[in-house]
């Protein structure tokens, strides 16, 4: 969510405000807490908690139309009264300034995840990068890492995979004890950007209860996509991603509902979810520019000959099905 956004009207730009949820039938959405980074000490959790307060504010100025959420049944409960349900994620570990009480203090503003790293390598997990490859630094997670993911589990915080390297991802699936999820990460095997998962990672994903949601930018789900400057990337965010790089190209929806199509028959529909990362990319498939048009990734997945129990499936009831899974989790290791 853009800090300066004003949601409750209707824009030619962008990609998500009210009236658009409304006309593309959302019950619910995530808001990222995210700043770029790396970040200098103390001013990860400083941004991160003005935008915890942001987000709050949003929900209470527009609380006709929008309701808080931590937990799934909140999220049904919202659906119920007719209002769309705002949660929020953490994009980026590094936020936490390397601190498990700030991590804990996520929590209780009301983050259902964290994911672990963005495009660069934080003091304890590595990164997949995002336009540029990186070296490893750590091998995945430092022993540090390790304890970010033990207290994710006891608080009941969903570890979120995206943006990790695959020896990140690997550590992870190691330690623990709660289904993870990649919030926002596509499939290599049908497009090899190093944002996306190699099948082996989410068959194990998916083996250990978790949730692989498919990313809608267009540089990650198509093959034929140019090369982008990582520079220009990086300074489209540091102005607050008001005007991306010129490309000049097409990405079709179908190259999207490959990677559904994909994951899907790897793992079934019961581990396949939306990520849309809407307002957090430069660059969407034709007809899928906001989230007015989901209806149209609908339509597509049943073309594809998917019925309406995995349509539902991919379209929310995952996700539902994951933090239920890990409240429960939570619940039965405080006692």
Not at 195 to 218: K, Y
Request: charged letters at 25%.
């Amino acid at each position: 969510m853009q800090l300066s956004w004003e949601i409750r009207e209707r824009h030619d730009d962008w990609h998500v405000d009210i009236p658009r949820m409304r006309e593309g039938g959302m019950s619910a959405v995530f808001f990222a807490i995210w700043t770029s980074g790396p970040m200098e000490r103390g001013d990860g959790p400083k941004a991160a908690f003005a935008q915890f307060d942001r987000i709050h504010q949003c929900i209470s100025d527009n609380s006709d139309a929008l309701s808080f959420a931590h937990t799934a049944e909140e999220i049904r409960s919202t659906k119920a009264s007719g209002r769309i349900a705002v949660l929020i994620g953490v994009e980026g570990g590094y936020l936490i300034d390397d601190s498990l009480e700030v991590l804990r203090e996520f929590s209780r503003r009301g983050a259902v995840y964290m994911t672990l790293t963005h495009g660069f390598h934080t003091n304890w997990a590595d990164s997949s990068g995002i336009h540029a490859p990186l070296e490893s630094h750590h091998g995945g997670l430092s022993d540090f890492g390790r304890e970010v993911i033990r207290e994710m589990n006891r608080i009941g915080m969903i570890v979120d995979v995206s943006h990790a390297s695959d020896d990140t991802v690997r550590d992870v699936l190691e330690i623990s004890t709660a289904p993870v999820m990649a919030s926002h990460s596509s499939c290599r095997a049908v497009s090899p950007h190093r944002r996306n998962l190699p099948d082996e990672l989410i068959r194990a994903i998916a083996s250990h209860g978790g949730l692989v949601q498919m990313n809608f930018s267009a540089a990650f789900i198509d093959p034929d996509f140019p090369e982008v400057d990582p520079h220009a990337m990086e300074n489209w965010w540091k102005s607050e991603m008001k005007t991306p790089p010129p490309i000049q190209h097409t990405t079709p929806l179908a190259k999207l509902v490959d990677h559904f199509d994909h994951a899907m028959q790897r793992v079934g529909p019961a581990h396949v979810g939306i990520g849309s990362d809407f307002d957090g990319v430069a660059f969407l498939p034709e007809g899928l520019t906001d989230c007015s048009m989901l209806p149209r990734l609908t339509e597509s997945l049943f073309d594809r000959g998917y019925d309406e129990v995995a349509v539902e499936c991919i379209l929310g009831r995952n996700v539902l099905r994951l933090m239920d899974e890990v409240q429960v989790r939570t619940a039965h290791g405080r006692r």
